[in-house]
């Protein structure tokens, strides 16, 4: 758990290189390509907050912070097209980890730790819906103290089980 918050800051942090990247579009990727990955074989709780500390800290908090700064960058200017693109992407991004979250918690043996996965995606999925935490944000600066509560209320489930 202590890796995943870290992991956090450090996201949070990272926002800054992505607001300020430029317009060239990248690879196209879609939600679908974002499968969960494949379960070591243990269902133990603390395998499987292994494979959900390696889902977050791998391609979804990338895609994620790239979603956000894109989100900051297109807010910023006055194109409301460029904005509801930048949001269909960060709603994008979140659907997929909300996806790989499922698959890492469905591995597991114990009820409890599969509901609080379960939990977890459920609160991924509703940030999904209505991008709350960014309301209000319209520069890097004023992100941290939105986006720290959002994401630390995502994993508040697993605090319990997850070290």
Partial sequence: MRRF?????????????????????GPASSPSAAAAPAPSGSTAATAVCAEFDKVFNG??????TTAIGGVLKARAGTDAAKTQAAETKLREALTALETQ???????????AVKAA???????????ATDLAFLDGVTKISELEAKLTPALLSWIMPLARICP
Avoid at 5 to 25: H, K
């Fill in 59 to 64: 391609k979804a908090r990338t895609d994620l």
């Fill in 5 to 25: 918050l870290t992991a956090v800051l450090v996201g949070v942090s990272l926002l800054g290189a992505s607001a300020c990247a430029d317009d060239t579009p």
């Fill in 117 to 127: 996965f379960d939990q977890v995606a459920a609160n991924v999925r509703q940030t």
């Fill in 101 to 111: 979250i499922t698959g890492v918690g469905a591995v597991a043996a114990d009820p």
